[in-house]
């Protein structure tokens, strides 16, 4: 994706930051960054080197270690440089926010250091740990409200509290000293690196408030320092936007790297407009919400845009799974450094490790300089119970296949010896005629290696479908091996795959709503321990009910479940083609 941001071509209108008498051009930043006052509450992070992926990349590899924070993130930088400098009026009247993340923790922090009143508002949904961890910063002047099933009740409350009591919102990314707070990043970088050749520094995104402020640094101090962000993708609201030079919103976001899969309600996007939801009435907000005019988007700011758009020198998107490879890189690398240094060693959330995944993925491409690589390790709030599907799958060596063998004695272990003597990481096999269909995964040394054994296979007679890349066979596929239900029982079906936040009761909820006069032909869930519940449903759903079935669909995604239509050769049976008819 090189030349995806060149400078200079895109025109979008600068903006006014109240209190300021002029638009905040280039130098307004740089002079903001350097007198931003995080270092009351902040840490200056180490900046760590990464003798593991140094080794394997070629080039000496730092991490900027922003989950060294008091809130294991780097959101406090952000949060408090935008509470601070409110006036004493402002203060007096308290401050909102509305997040179910990182964002949250670093305003009641914030508040709490500051001693004001903070109303953080988050839905019923967000999970307990993340509750919990913000009402442990919360004061006592300070409230953590539930409200809604989605982020759009919960803004809509922050809205509300906002008008009526003249509290003051703390936007997560679209606010001139929020991107400040985090361009602090950028000047420590440069003073931390003061004997290396920094060729690039990798920033994750979400609405893009890290990758503007330190772009806006670096490129003002020492522009020849590429900065480039990662994403998820599936929740590449910035890639898409710079590509098309002008935001655009995305219909969905994938929620594994949750931190940076950042729910935006459109009044909260534009830092100057004539239309400010804080200031409109409780009817005309509601009117708004009814609307959907101020529904959440996946999208990214105006001003962290325009920003991005003057300074950052490209982006790179990332699969989940080398999201969970950077997760266990970091961690190999860190606990190195804590037994050499007496420094910690850290297990990072997902949106924590985007720019490692984003580091590994330039390094591997010809489009390199040879120089110093710095990544920022942006944040550590890993729930526990999420590791078991971050060890599953981190395992890059590993390659998943589907394969038909002959249904008779023997038959496994001829196949088997054509891998040995590769480990064998799983292996699903059910009797269902003949030939028998298996899902089989093996660690492999190298492409190379995967490649040899997958002609092996080939050459001997096995027509072997490779799913390595297949999301859909690695989150539902490999358990579901065993046998297709006959045509003739399969007569206008459809394969959905929905997600919807886990908690108790959710699944069952999920299967309440079904409608009755739908019939459920196909049905998987596997509990991964995230954030996310994620289901495969097939439904068979006649004519004369499609109508209805695009409401249930709307309802659904109205009480924060997302869905996809999973359709085309799929890994069930690669001559099989789910219909289509949910125009």
């Known amino acids: 994706m090189a030349g995806l941001v060149p400078r200079g071509t895109r025109r979008v209108p600068r903006m006014q930051l109240r209190g300021f008498s002029e638009v905040l051009d280039h130098s307004a ?62 203060k007096a009247m308290g401050i909102c926010a509305c997040s179910a993340g990182n964002h949250a923790q670093g305003v009641a922090f914030s508040a709490a250091a500051l001693d004001i009143s903070a109303k953080i508002f988050m839905p019923q949904t967000t999970p307990n740990i993340k509750v919990d961890a913000v009402r442990r910063f919360s004061n006592a002047k300070s409230e953590v409200i539930l409200v809604g099933d ?45 004997k ?51 935001i655009v919103t995305l219909p969905s ?47 990214v700011g105006d001003e962290t ?51 490692t995944a984003g580091l590994k993925r330039y390094a591997e491409s010809g489009d390199r300089e040879g120089g110093t690589l710095v990544a920022v390790s942006s944040g550590a709030n890993m729930d526990f119970d999420r590791l078991r599907f971050v060890s599953e799958r981190a395992d ?22 054509l891998i040995f003597p590769r480990n064998v990481t799983e292996f699903s096999y059910r009797i269902g005629g003949n030939p028998a269909s ?33 999301e859909l066979a690695k989150t539902h596929g490999k358990r579901l091996i065993g046998g297709r239900a006959p045509v003739e029982l399969t007569a206008e079906e459809g394969l959905f795959s929905f997600e919807f936040p886990e908690k108790p009761g959710a699944l069952m909820k999920f299967l309440e709503q079904l409608p009755s006069d739908f019939n459920v032909s196909l049905f998987h869930y596997r509990g991964h321990g995230a954030d996310v519940a994620r289901v495969l449903v097939g439904l068979q759903v006649p004519s004369k009910s499609r109508p209805h079935f695009r409401e249930y669909l709307a309802y659904l995604v109205s009480k924060g479940y997302s869905w996809k239509e999973s359709s085309g050769p799929n890994v069930f049976d690669c001559s099989t083609c789910f219909k289509l008819w949910i125009e």
């Open 150 to 194: 989605n982020y759009d009740a919960a803004y809509a409350a922050t809205l509300e509290c906002m008008k009526a009591e003249g509290r003051v919102l703390v936007h997560p990314f679209n606010d001139p000293l929020v991107i400040a707070g985090q361009g602090t990043i950028g000047k420590e970088i440069l003073e931390q690196t003061t």
């Open 196 to 246: 290396e050749e920094v060729e690039a520094v990798f920033c994750c995104v979400g609405g893009g408030g890290l990758l503007a402020g330190v772009a806006a640094f670096l490129k003002a101090v020492k522009p020849e320092i590429k900065v480039i962000g990662v994403e998820a993708i599936d929740s590449a609201a910035m890639t898409e936007s710079l590509r098309a030079k002008e």
């Open 438 to 470: 298996i899902f089989m995964s093996f660690q492999a040394t190298s492409d190379a290696d995967r490649q040899k054994a997958i002609d092996s296979l080939r050459s001997s007679g096995y027509d072997v479908l490779d799913l390595s890349q297949n």
């Open 253 to 299: 976001v994938g929620l594994f790297a949750d931190g940076a899969a950042v729910p935006q309600p459109a009044g909260m996007i534009h830092c100057e407009t004539t239309r400010d939801p804080a200031r409109l009435p409780r009817e005309e907000i509601l009117k708004l919400l009814k609307s959907r005019e101020l529904l959440d988007v996946a999208r």
């Open 396 to 417: 890059t060596s590993e390659t998943h296949i589907a394969v038909y063998i002959p249904e008779k004695p023997g038959a496994f272990i001829d196949f088997y010896r």
């Open 305 to 355: 845009f325009r920003l991005c758009s003057n300074h950052v020198d490209d982006m790179i998107t990332v699969s989940t799974d080398e999201i969970c490879a950077a997760i266990k890189d970091s961690f190999k690398d860190t606990r190195v450094m804590a037994a050499l240094y007496q420094v910690s060693c850290v297990v990072l959330e997902p949106a924590g490790a985007l720019a």
């Open 29 to 90: 930043y740089l002079n903001m960054i350097l007198n931003a006052k995080v270092y009351d509450v902040c840490k200056r992070t180490d900046l760590h080197f990464a003798p593991g992926l140094s080794k394997s990349t070629g080039s000496r590899v730092f991490f900027k270690r922003e989950d060294q924070q008091s809130v294991y993130s780097f959101k406090l930088r952000g949060a408090y440089n935008k509470i601070v400098n409110l006036t004493p009026e402002e």
